[in-house]
C-alpha cells in the first residue's frame, strides 16, 4: 500500500456509557483511534424506508493494522459517518485492514 493512499483522515468511534452528575448513564460515541485512510465507493442503492427513498452506499475503508477494531464501531469522515459491517485482516499478517462500511446519511 503506498502511503499517498491513505489520504483521508478519520476517527474510529466505539460507543460508550459514562456516567453523569447525578449518577445517570449517559451513551455516546467516543473516539477509539484517529488514523489516516483510503475511502472507496464500491457500490450504491436505495431501499424504502418511512415511506422515502432512501440511498445507501457501501465503502471500502483500508488502513494500517489495528487491533481491537470491530464491527460495532463507526468511522467519522469530515461530516461523513460510516457505520462499520466488517472488517478483514489481509493475509492475518498484521499490516493492514480492510473495513466493509455503510455510509448513515441521516448523521
Known sequence: M?????RHKIDI??????????GEDIKTWASF???????R???GKEY??????????DNKIVIRYRSGIAPTMR???????????SVINFDERNVMMEMLAVENPTS
Do not use: M
Not at 503506498?2 to 491513505?6: D, M, P, R, S, T
Not at 424504502?48 to 452506499?57: K, L, R, S
Open 33 to 39: 483511534h484517529k488514523t489516516f485512510a483510503e475511502i
Open 41 to 43: 465507493p464500491l457500490r
Open 2 to 6: 503506498e502511503a499517498g493512499k491513505l
Open 13 to 22: 468511534q466505539q460507543f460508550t456509557t459514562t456516567k453523569d452528575s447525578y
Open 75 to 85: 468511522v467519522v469522515w469530515g461530516s461523513r459517518t460510516y457505520e462499520i459491517r
Open 48 to 57: 424504502f424506508d418511512t415511506q422515502q427513498i432512501v440511498p445507501e452506499v
